[in-house]
T-cell receptor, first 113, second 113 residues
Framework: SQKIEQNSEALNIQEGKTATLTCNYT??????LQWYRQDPGRGPVFLLL?????KEKRKERLKVTFDTTLKQSLFHITASQPADSATYLC????????????FGTGTRLKVLA | KAGVTQTPRYLIKTRGQQVTLSCSPI?????VSWYQQTPGQGLQFLFE???????NKGNFPGRFSGRQFSNSRSEMNVSTLELGDSALYLC????????????FGPGTRLTVT
């Protein structure tokens, strides 16, 4: 069956360190993958999009990699800050023809001061 | 540009009733998607509309329906409400391309008693 898994429900790291979040998928062949941030009680906010032919994408302190062979995306936040604490969701386009976007369950990141 | 707006923000309904939620996309966006978010299932795709046509549909029962108007505003309707329909309903708009990022509204918190 098609599945998207994000590593651990919660991730605690010390301020200033690099946070690395993982998104693994099975039985999909997405053309692109996106990362969103969601704060409690709010809608997700788009962060980055990476296409299948791109290995890496950067935006300020954020970096995303996309390995279609491993069926995995890594999301990095460098020099993390307490304000980065949130839930991070990965999403990919479902190629089954029925769905548009399939979201992972998210990883709750807490950056400790 | 104004963001995606959703009304109402909070709603309490009784089992068996029906409900209509509204979404106004970002100006110029023609694609509107709807999602249901619950703690157990995460973000699940309901359906997507583009130029008044439903292009994609998720795996939800027929009690969930939607429509889009000529000004791109969208509504979703849930008939014969069940307790399990209690969730945060999120609307997202995106540009004309399939691969564009999505901009989410704040959501409508529906509680079914």
């Amino acid at each position: 069956s098609q599945k998207i898994e994000q590593n651990s429900e919660a991730l605690n790291i010390q301020e200033g360190k690099t946070a690395t979040l993982t998104c693994n998928y099975t039985n999909y062949s997405p053309a692109y993958l996106q990362w969103y941030r969601q704060d409690p009680g709010r809608g997700p906010v788009f962060l980055l999009l990476i296409r299948e032919n791109e290995k890496e994408k950067r935006k300020e302190r954020l970096k995303v990699t996309f390995d279609t062979t491993l069926k995995q995306s890594l999301f990095h936040i460098t020099a993390s800050q307490p304000a980065d604490s949130a839930t991070y969701l990965c999403a990919l386009d479902g190629t089954s023809g029925t769905y548009k976007y399939i979201f992972g369950t998210g990883t709750r990141l807490k950056v400790l001061a | 540009k104004a963001g995606v707006t959703q009304t109402p923000r909070y709603l309490i309904k009784t089992r068996g009733q029906q409900v209509t939620l509204s979404c106004s996309p970002i100006s110029g966006h023609r694609s509107v998607s709807w999602y249901q978010q619950t703690p157990g299932q995460g973000l699940q795709f309901l359906f997507e509309y583009f130029s008044e046509t439903q292009r994609n549909k998720g795996n939800f029962p027929g009690r969930f329906s939607g429509r889009q108007f000529s000004n791109s505003r969208s509504e979703m309707n849930v008939s014969t409400l069940e307790l399990g329909d209690s969730a945060l309903y999120l609307c997202a708009s995106s540009g004309t391309g399939f691969s564009y990022e999505q901009y989410f509204g704040p959501g409508t918190r529906l509680t079914v008693t």
